[in-house]
């Protein structure tokens, strides 16, 4: 079976760095998703990694280590506008998404 | 502008009422999905499509249907609406490339359905 764990709530402050880890089991594997998602609206795409290694996009980037069944998202510069949840999502074998149950990410002044 | 539509964004409707939630896209993807997501929990798939006249069942239990007889367009129907229906609803939309494993989905704003 499939499982992603990422931690349920961060705290950060404004300015600062933050990373968000997901791990997960997986049988078959086509690349790992970060979705962001504020309070009642839908998710927005992020990142995807397939490759192990860094894919860096403005002050986001994400991690991906396929042996050890772990990525991180990386925000730097931490805005307020940054407060939100963000979505771990393993594409499966059947390029399906499986979801994780989301980080919320609280910025503080 | 490309896009993709949910209506309606919000309803609030009585146990054993039967009710379709409307999903449109313009950007002329093949795939379409439907997923259920309660406050701070994931997203579970209910149901997607791989093209016109192609509905598939997700992995949460199904208590509705879908259709997809033209490419933009993929309702979802709840026959017997009832309170463990109450929930947020989003469609999705992505290109469908079998040797492209990068699908970015596209989400719709969501319906938030309350079952009295």
């Known amino acids: 079976g499939q499982n992603i764990d990422q931690p349920t709530e961060m705290t950060a402050t404004e300015g600062a760095i933050v990373q968000i880890n997901c791990t997960y089991q997986?049988?078959?594997?086509?690349?790992l998703f970060w979705y962001q998602q504020h309070a009642g609206e839908a998710p927005t795409f992020l990142s995807y990694n397939v490759l192990d290694g860094l894919e860096e996009k403005g002050r986001f980037s994400s991690f991906l280590s396929r042996s050890k069944g772990y990525s991180y998202l990386l925000l730097k510069e931490l805005q307020m506008k940054d407060s939100a949840s963000y979505l771990c999502?393993?594409?499966?074998?059947?390029?399906?998404?499986?979801w994780g149950a989301g980080t919320k990410l609280i910025i503080k002044p | 502008e490309a896009d993709i539509y949910q209506t309606p964004r919000y309803l609030v409707i009585g146990t054993g009422k039967k009710i379709t939630l409307e999903c449109s896209q313009t950007?002329?993807?093949?795939?379409m999905y439907w997923y259920q997501q309660d406050p701070g929990m994931e997203l579970h798939l209910i149901h997607y499509s791989y093209g016109v006249n192609s509905t598939e069942k997700g992995d949460l239990s199904s208590e509705s249907t879908v259709s997809r007889i033209r490419t933009e367009h993929f309702p979802l129907t709840l026959e017997s609406a009832r309170p463990s229906h109450t929930s947020q609803y989003l469609c999705?939309?992505?290109?469908?490339?079998?040797?492209?494993?990068?699908?970015?989905?596209?989400f719709g704003p969501g319906t938030r359905l309350t079952v009295l």
């Open positions: 999502a393993l594409m499966d074998s059947n390029y399906q998404l499986i």
């Open positions: 999705a939309s992505s290109d469908h490339r079998p040797n492209d494993s990068y699908n970015e989905q596209f």
């Open positions: 997986t049988s078959g594997f086509n690349g």
């Open positions: 950007m002329g993807h093949d795939k």
